[in-house]
């Protein structure tokens, strides 16, 4: 069982918008920063979002995350066939003191 | 473009002890903190631990018993020893660079470790 709550899977219509959750507590991401990362099928994981809402140079801008309280979103725009991935949450635990990720969500584009 | 490459044995006994090298190209080793995480086969991201540049370390304390982790500026590399493996440690193992607030913005392309007799 994850630390961090993750939905295990969404989907949406090529185009649309998809958004997911990612929900721990005030020892994680209450009080640290989240980051968020897409894993292709068969290949590593790849940073998308730094410091809750911060984009790495290369990644487009249809990527957005925000941060509230306990929780984190990571939203979708613009769904490709291409977004079809699983995508993951981490942050610092201060009280486990460890990193920890989220169990993660597969991403169906339909 | 920084770029990192995990390199060990893709099969090791019960009960002996695992070791990766990680090298690291395109951008110097100092500087930062390096990270190892794993993934066993269809489940989630579990990290391991980092080591800084510089020698210290903070390993994930499920694991630190028998975690050690070392750097080797002059090789660009850091390496990773888990001791007495179970099966329960069959994974890809990745290694990553840590940005500031723990994040990894430069990943390995991850080996697979198979723990099996």
């Known amino acids: 069982q994850s630390v961090l709550t993750q939905p295990p899977s969404v989907s949406a219509a090529p185009g649309q918008k998809v958004t997911i959750s990612c929900s721990g507590s005030s020892s994680n991401i209450g009080n640290n920063y989240v980051s968020w990362y897409q894993q292709l099928p068969g290949t590593a994981p790849k940073l998308l979002i730094y410091?809750?809402?911060k984009r790495p140079s290369g990644i487009p801008d249809r990527f957005s995350g925000s941060k509230s309280g306990t929780s984190a979103t990571l939203g979708i725009t613009g769904l490709q066939t291409g977004d079809e991935a699983d995508y993951y949450c981490g942050t610092w635990a201060g009280s486990l003191s460890a990193g920890v990720f989220g169990g993660g969500t597969k991403l169906t584009v339909l | 473009q920084v770029q990192l490459q995990e390199s060990g044995p893709g099969l090791v006994k019960p009960s002996e002890t695992l070791s990766l090298t990680c090298t690291v190209s395109?951008?110097?080793?100092?500087?930062?903190?390096w990270t190892w995480i794993r993934q066993p086969p269809g489940k989630g991201l579990e990290w391991i631990g980092y080591i800084y540049y510089g020698g210290s370390t903070n390993y994930n304390p499920s694991l630190k018993s028998r975690v050690t982790m070392s750097v080797d500026t002059s090789k660009s590399q850091f390496s990773l020893r888990l001791s007495s493996v179970t099966a329960a440690d069959t994974a890809v193992y990745y290694c990553a660079r840590r940005g500031g607030h723990l994040y990894f913005d430069y990943w390995g392309q991850g080996t697979l470790v198979t723990v099996s007799s």
């Open positions: 410091d809750n809402d």
């Open positions: 395109g951008d110097s080793i100092t500087g930062y903190y």
